[in-house]
């Protein structure tokens, strides 16, 4: 495996990074009492568009994987959002050739919100294209629900749990559970960073980080 450290503590760095974000901001003094509650923002209910990147760790093949990510999620109404997004993945060489995954889906998150935290489920569909060494190739409807909750630590940051369930009409992906967590810290009125940590059913890991601009 390449420089698979040097990804890894990169991205890692962005999710101490929002840690010591979020210990800076729950450190200040408290608030004057005759100040209003502030409810605080995450990611659920905002209009906003995510460019990331990603670092995957493929278990057991010596093989590791860079993609980028984009991801547009529109608020609807108060508790529905819609999302569209795109994902490219490509291996490293093996066999003269590379994996290269590219993948578009569509769909809706609708949550709820309690004092604290905001549970949601969500689900789409979408196309896959695959492409690997020797020739093959697997093009595919792909299907996914999850279920999640976002958890207000700050006014300006988040953390959400999640699992996600992903498969396709074909091979291209096949029966995958995703188990993750995701950070997101409001930088600004507009820009946000996120790092995000998910294993799958194969123990495969992904390290991801990106930007968010809010609309």
């Known amino acids: 495996m390449k420089n698979v450290t040097s990804f890894k503590t990169l991205i890692l760095a962005g999710a101490v990074a929002l840690g010591f974000a979020t210990a800076a901001v729950a450190g200040e003094g408290p608030a004057e009492a005759s100040a ?3 409810t605080g923002r995450g990611l659920l209910g905002q209009s906003y568009v995510n460019l990331g990147y990603s670092f995957v760790d493929l278990q057991g093949t010596g093989i590791d994987a860079q993609g980028v990510n984009f991801e547009l999620n529109q608020n609807v109404r108060e508790g529905v959002d819609t999302l569209l997004s795109y994902n490219y993945l490509r291996s490293d060489s093996f066999a003269g050739g590379r994996i290269k995954q590219n993948t578009l889906v569509a769909g809706g998150r609708f949550y709820t919100s309690f004092r604290g935290f905001k549970p949601y489920a969500e689900a789409g ?3 896959t294209w695959l492409r690997a060494p020797l020739g093959f190739s697997d093009d595919s409807f792909t299907y996914f629900a999850g279920v999640g909750a976002e958890f207000q630590v700050t006014p300006d940051v988040t953390v959400t749990p999640f699992i996600r369930y992903i498969d396709a009409t074909t091979d291209s992906v096949d029966h995958e559970w995703n188990y993750g967590v995701r950070a997101n810290w409001w930088a600004t ?3 946000g960073l996120t790092a995000a940590v998910i294993r ?6 992904e390290y991801n980080i990106g930007v968010n601009y809010r609309f």
Not at 200 to 205: E, I, P
């Open 200 to 205: 799958d059913n194969s123990r495969n890991m």
């Open 36 to 38: 209003p509650a502030v």
């Open 189 to 191: 009125e507009k820009i």
């Open 125 to 127: 569909l979408g196309w």
